[in-house]
């Protein structure tokens, strides 16, 4: 009888620290959220929008920013979902069984939680050093290179979930195998595919430490890929830092646009997969 | 006629596979070279500093940009110690969430809970460097380590990791911020493992009338030690790289110190800190160099994290 009373007891201890262990888990998202708008959304004005980074102590607003974040980000992916799709598709597909894409399927997924700040040393010894001067296309190569790991492993994860039924009947019709990839395979897996990039998005507009050295930051408007470009990560590392209470609202306020915005696009992401998993089109 | 343009049709077909082949090849080849690529830039780029310091670059302490003497022990020291702390607090966590999550929560209660650990993983580490230097800094500052110092600091044998002045800043509050980082990492990889577990098993455990905590303890755990201990690993691979959300709060002082509350820096902190601000070949070579033995250690730790996914999937396959 003791015996039973004391496993209860083991037991209800063991519970009790997993349901507190959840509350922290859940009470570290809600102090963040909580702290960035508390401390953002008094920021939150048009000149946010409208007017360029500011000098010290005076009022600006981070346009030059969200445009600069927005053009690496579009260059990032424009460059990292081609190759990455292509990469995917070859592992699912032309090289499922071979040997050599057990490797790259290994080094891919070992890229995949890789340091991203040696990602920026990477592109600053390849393109930085070579040009002689800090640039957004070495800005929009450094976000392609965290952005192809993703791209693959979505991808190939995503073409695996097309029928093999559909692929055969494609391949009955007498179509080559690229054809039935790209006339079949590819749209069954689209909404799959748009999920991969959703996050690819998400995560690259947060990233700051493969900008550090080569985008690098730029207080005034500028369009120019081949000269130092703003971008919202960096801005905030700078003006948190700073001592100016203008500097430190705006990184406030920065912080917590990138914040929802990538919220934002997991949300959407995670709605796509779970449409697509009830009964959507693929499976 | 027909025959002419049917003949040059399936020409056109082969050449089109043939080169969509060649394409998707080339682009998975390119993943490889990525990882090449990296290694040799980095060595390259480290070459002068590492030539120049030879062994030394590994055990001296001393990073002296005046004098051009850089050492990388104190950022390694910072790196392994923030990281080794981040995992006391994050993997006992993460195994009770994950045991929540799998074993305990009601159904309607999952999901909620579970998008909300994955939300946690999507915050990019800048936002938890500003929440960490602005909120937690100081609430360590003020109400957690005076206690430590005050309790833990006269302790024989532990007292000299609490000793010093609360700074706020330094190893310990980067530990804990690294801790809420990598959490949700490893709660997912240990919840998807934990899934794998048959039902039959817990089931039978549970028939012979074992309690909740046993068939976790006695199941589930043994089942998927590995998964879980290559979950264990990815996360220390996170914490070993992070860079933003360190740098805000390490205080980028290299030195080695036993204290825990005192600043210290670590390789992506000092990287992050120093790098476009270094004058002179020696200084940016020597911070390349800390990239090279950034990217040894990450990597080794990530790819025998994945080793152990990789043989638990495997092993997961053959039981179904």
Redesign the interface.
């Known amino acids: 009888m003791n015996r039973l009373l004391i496993?209860?007891f083991?037991?209800g201890v063991?519970?009790s620290?997993?349901?507190?262990?959840?509350l922290?888990?859940?009470f570290?998202?809600g102090?963040?959220l909580w702290?960035?708008l508390k401390?953002g959304l008094s920021g939150v004005s048009l000149a946010v929008f409208t007017k360029m980074t500011p000098p010290p102590g005076e009022a600006g607003g981070l346009l030059n920013a969200i445009f600069g974040s927005l053009v690496m980000t579009v260059l990032g992916i424009a460059i990292g979902a081609?190759?990455?799709?292509?990469?995917g598709?070859?592992?699912a597909?032309?090289?499922r069984h071979s040997r050599?894409?057990s490797?790259?399927r290994?080094?891919?997924?070992?890229?995949l939680?890789?340091?991203?700040?040696?990602?920026g040393?990477?592109v600053?010894?390849?393109i930085v050093?070579r040009m002689g001067h800090f640039s957004a296309l070495a800005g929009g190569v450094a976000l392609a290179?965290i952005s192809?790991?993703l791209m693959?492993r979505t991808t190939e994860d995503m073409l695996r979930l097309v029928s093999q039924g559909m692929k055969d009947a494609s391949t009955a019709l007498g179509a080559?195998?690229?054809?039935t990839?790209?006339g079949v395979v590819y749209p069954a897996a689209r909404s799959g595919i748009v999920t991969g990039l959703l996050l690819a998005v998400?995560?690259l507009?947060?990233?700051?430490?493969p900008l550090?050295?080569t985008a690098?930051n730029n207080q005034f408007w500028s369009s120019n890929l081949n000269a130092p470009m703003a971008n919202l990560?960096v801005v905030?590392?700078q003006f948190?830092?700073s001592p100016y209470k203008e500097w430190q609202q705006l990184?406030?306020t920065g912080?917590l646009l990138?914040?929802l915005t990538?919220?934002l696009l997991?949300?959407v992401a995670?709605v796509t997969v779970s449409v697509l998993q009830s009964g959507g089109t693929g499976r | 006629m027909a025959a002419v343009i049917e003949t040059r049709h399936v020409a056109r077909q082969r050449l089109g596979e043939r080169l969509f082949h060649a394409a998707t090849l080339l682009a998975a080849l390119l993943v490889l070279a990525l990882l090449g690529g990296v290694l040799i830039a980095l060595i390259h780029g480290a070459w002068p500093a590492l030539a120049t310091f030879k062994f030394a670059f590994l055990t001296s302490e001393i990073w002296n940009p005046v004098t051009e003497k850089f050492g990388a022990l104190a950022p390694v020291y910072g790196t392994l110690v923030t990281s080794l702390i981040a995992m006391l607090i994050a993997v006992p966590l993460s195994f009770g969430i994950a045991m929540f999550l799998t074993q305990m929560a009601p159904a309607w209660l999952k999901r909620p809970v579970g998008v909300a650990v994955e939300l946690l993983a999507a915050v990019p580490s800048i936002i938890f460097g500003i929440w960490g230097l602005f909120v937690l800094a100081p609430i360590l500052q003020r109400h957690v380590q005076p206690w430590l110092i005050a309790h833990l600091g006269t302790l024989p044998g532990i007292g000299p990791l609490f000793q010093g002045p609360p700074y706020g800043i330094g190893i310990l509050t980067a530990s804990v911020v690294l801790s809420i980082m990598v959490l949700p990492f490893i709660t997912a990889v240990m919840r998807d493992v934990i899934d794998t577990v048959p039902d039959v098993l817990k089931e039978s455990a549970y028939g012979l009338g074992a309690t909740k905590w046993e068939v976790i303890w006695n199941v589930i755990v043994p089942h998927s030690r590995t998964g879980m201990v290559g979950g264990v690993m990815l996360g220390l691979g996170r914490a070993l790289g992070e860079t933003m959300a360190v740098t805000f709060v390490i205080g980028n002082a290299h030195r080695v110190t036993a204290s825990l509350l005192a600043p210290g820096t670590t390789i992506s902190a000092s990287i992050a800190n120093e790098f476009t601000e270094a004058v002179g070949d020696l200084y940016t070579s020597s911070l390349v160099g800390l990239g090279v033995l950034l990217f040894l250690i990450t990597f080794s730790v990530i790819a025998a994290a994945r080793f152990m996914l990789m043989r638990m999937d495997r092993r997961a396959l053959s039981s179904l």
């Open positions: 496993r209860k083991t037991n063991a519970v620290l997993a349901v507190i262990a959840t922290i888990g859940l570290c998202l102090a963040i702290t960035l401390n081609p190759v990455g799709i292509l990469a598709t070859y592992l597909e032309y090289g050599i894409s490797v790259i290994f080094i891919n997924d070992v890229l939680s890789a340091p991203s700040i040696i990602i040393l990477f600053y010894e390849l050093v290179m192809i790991p693959v080559h195998p690229w054809r990839i790209v998400a995560r507009s947060g990233e700051t430490a550090l050295f690098l990560p905030i590392f948190a830092l990184a406030w912080a990138i914040t990538i919220l997991s949300i995670r």
